[in-house]
């Protein structure tokens, strides 16, 4: 793990770690918190490393002083259910020639599940030399024998990253004059996105969707945030073009078919929304990439309730209950129960 500031987190992130790892490596990279104090309960081995605005370099430097068969990465925020505590238990007792075992990593929680889930690279042959790359959003590119799990780490933060942090990184990047790769180009993209630089982020997903190389599913989400930066600037018929491009490049999932569904509403053409939203319904999430659950089947239907309700009641109240039996507590279904019942 490599940690700064963690002091609100680390006890819960450790007490799962402590019931399966063999060593615990923990870098710190600056705190003036008691999060040193914290780790150093836990384990020897807590190292300093002189932070230098790159992840992947501090990440390296903790494997380097991991000496077990497998290393496994965490955040300081990620918790691990006793549930899969066991399954990863029961994966060390196991003979196995894997270079890297993918978990689910599972973020973004609303009403106690994951908005978010994908697969991330998370167990890692030590002798297979794995490096970290990036230096910031980083990664392990997954290479050799890999085998998929269905363990899942859960990213619950409790304190917000400090604002533009990531940002600020890929513009002193920027201003060295690095070029990025695919990859960081995207999340440089992102960034901007997130942190309301809706023109800047256009400019920079069109130069991404057209570097050759790409991850598909960086390329999918790419046409799904550049039709988001044409509807903050209002340009519907833009957004729309531009998710049909996508869907001419991709297989359609939940999360692409509601975006065309809500534009077509906003367009005021509820008989193409309703198909999208049906067509939603019909396909399949990806297995790659981020797997946004709540666009495959609660979202659909609460919009299905609703733009039904005056041309077809029992279709109308039949989605509000598939809806109802997913999320009982969500704030939309709460406030339709109540409209069905009166």
Known sequence: MIIKNEEPVLVRCLNCVKQFADEIVIVDTGSNDKSKEIAQN??????????????????????????????????????????????????????????????????????????????RERIVKRSANFQWVGFVHEVIVPSGKIEYTDIEIRHQKEVPSPPKRNLKLYEK????????????QYYYARELFQNGYISKAARALSTFLKMPNSYPPDNFEAYLFLSDCHQQKGNLSKALKTLFVCLEKHLPNGQLCCKIAFIYDKLKSPEQAIFWFKAALASKPNSQGFVYMEFQK??????????LFHSNYPAAKAYHKIAKNISPKHPAIVFNEQFFIN
């Open 173 to 184: 990047a920027l201003k060295r004059g690095e070029k990025f790769d695919a990859r960081q």
């Open 42 to 119: 836990f384990t020897s081995k807590v190292y300093d490393f002189t932070w230098c605005d790159d992840f992947s370099k501090a990440r390296n430097f903790a494997f380097s002083k991991g000496t077990s068969d497998y290393l496994m990465w965490q955040d300081a925020d990620d918790v691990i259910s006793q549930e899969d505590i066991k399954k990863i238990n029961l994966l060390k007792s196991l003979k196995t020639d894997v270079d890297i075992f993918m978990c689910k990593y599972a973020m973004d929680f609303k009403n106690f599940s994951p908005a978010l889930t994908y697969n």
């Open 298 to 307: 609660l979202v659909p239907c609460i919009e299905l309730s609703r733009l």
